[in-house]
């Protein structure tokens, strides 16, 4: 008979130990190691080996088709997903807790079950009663999507066998199942990567979509192990913060399309509502006039987007100047500020920085440096940029503006936002097109960061501070 040995799982990595431990060598995590079970061979025992089945070998050379993709009625989710969802994959979608997960998924399920098509949404978390309330406070109560409170992966998939197999799986969330092969409490990392192969064998054999939420760590991860990312067909991650209605939906990973699409929600009172046009959204509300802030003309993916980069130069008191960065790397924002300093006589060591994309977006492109740039140089100078002015452009370090991708685009969009401006590297004027604000002949080229700057700070004004202001009050 097998004897039962003991080995310990990091929650957070999923490495394995043969003793407890307080700390995690491979990730470094603290209290993550828990008890898990494992069958081991007894010595001297025969070893029974499993007989392997014949299958066919295709060749190479064939006719490839289309993957049949089913539209799930969001015109964004289709759009991050590369077009719908593709029979028989699997998809992982991780957020915060209460950014919209469950809200999304059940508005996706009933407007692929009010199209026609079998949807079945099961939760491992909620009630049936509490998936219903939600659907009637979204209006979806009409929608015949069929509702489950379960969290036994065997009774689930013999369930879903039966009768017309659905269309679309929702398993919210894979945490909470758990299945009899695996000897351990559910949430635990044998349970999770146990539950997850389980699915995806049926989503290959019977053709259906299947969507796994996943929880998140406190630093934005996928909660469990690693491996259940590598099993999945795509890996969606829905990101926003709570003071901001603004919720984006990003692609991971994809098999089946792109990875640099993104979809733009807004949380309303009545769920998630798609923003066809999130550039015209996050400008709403822009500072107009206002010293520091510029309009960086971005691409996500093939869509182009336009947000504004808030920048706050401040006197500092204290040795060492503060650096606060909200939506943008850290590092790229101290690169630009070195070469400010080294090319362009912008000395910021006695300064505070602070700098903020608007509207809760995150930019992770390199093209939004000459926008950073220009709102940092509009502070320290206290020189409104202009407001009908676009910026654009990667800094290298000796000073120069280097060009970006997707130039016609990004100058198309900004016209058709009423922007007549743009200042763009000088390497795109060859590849800017006839359409845009070239043919307007209103694009601003530069080659270097120290014309610009000297551009802007020519139409500074002088600070006034606290003590000039209450004297000329008096």
């Known amino acids: 008979m097998a004897r039962q040995t003991l080995t310990f799982a990091c929650q957070n990595c999923g490495a ?52 049949p993709r089913l ?130 064998r049926f989503a290959k054999r019977s053709g259906a979509a299947i969507i796994l939420v996943g929880h998140v760590t406190k630093d934005g991860q996928i909660a469990g192990p690693r491996v259940v990312e590598h099993m999945v067909d795509a890996v969606l991650s829905f990101e926003g913060e709570g003071s901001h209605q603004f919720r984006i939906l990003r692609a991971v990973k994809n098999r089946f399309g792109p990875t640099d699409e993104i979809g733009v929600f807004e949380m309303t009172g009545s769920g998630l509502r798609e923003v066809a046009n999130p550039s015209e959204l996050f400008l709403s509300e822009r500072d107009l006039g206002s010293p520091g802030t510029a309009v960086f003309a971005g691409m996500e993916g093939t869509r182009p987007l336009l947000v504004e980069i808030q920048a706050l130069v401040a006197p500092t008191s204290l040795g060492t100047p503060r650096r606060a960065v909200v939506g943008w790397d850290t590092s790229r924002l101290a690169m630009v500020i070195a070469v400010l300093e ?37 502070s320290l100078a206290n020189s409104p940029l202009p407001a009908d002015a676009v910026y654009f452009g990667e800094i290298s370090l000796s000073g120069a503006i280097r060009p970006v991708a997707h130039t016609p685009s990004r100058l198309k969009e900004s016209a058709k936002l009423g922007f007549t401006r743009a200042v763009v590297p000088e390497a795109a004027r060859s590849e800017a097109g006839d359409d845009g604000l070239r043919a307007s002949q209103m694009a601003t080229y530069v080659g270097s960061l120290t014309s610009l700057v000297a551009d802007i700070a020519a139409l500074g004004k002088p600070r006034q501070n606290a003590a000039q202001n209450s004297g000329q009050n008096a």
């Open 16 to 67: 394995t130990y043969g003793r407890w431990q307080g700390k995690c060598d491979s990730c470094g995590e603290w209290n993550t190691l828990v008890e898990e079970g494992a069958a081991a061979p007894t010595p001297g025992a025969a070893r029974v080996s499993r007989k392997g089945r014949l299958f066919n070998l295709e060749p190479l050379t064939g006719e490839a088709s289309e993957a």
């Open 71 to 200: 539209a799930s009625g969001m015109a964004e989710l289709d759009r991050v997903t590369g077009g719908g969802f593709v029979r028989g994959s699997v998809l992982l979608m991780a957020g915060d807790p209460g950014i919209g997960k469950s809200t999304l998924l059940i508005q996706a399920t009933a407007a692929l079950a009010r199209a026609g098509e079998r949807a079945v949404y099961i939760s491992g978390e909620e009630a049936v009663a509490q998936v219903r309330l939600r659907a009637e406070r979204l209006g979806l109560s009409d929608a015949p999507v069929e509702l489950a409170s379960e969290t036994a992966v065997e009774d689930i998939i013999a369930t879903l066998t039966q009768g017309k197999i659905p269309r679309l799986i929702v398993i919210d969330s894979i945490q909470t199942m758990w299945t009899d092969t695996v000897d351990s409490a559910p949430g635990t990392v044998s349970q999770v990567r146990g539950a997850a192969q389980m699915l995806i």
């Open 342 to 378: 080294a090319h362009c006589g912008v000395k910021l060591g006695g300064y505070d920085v602070y700098l903020n994309v608007a509207g809760g977006m995150r930019i992770n492109e390199p093209a939004a440096d000459l926008a950073a740039a220009a709102a940092l140089v509009s």
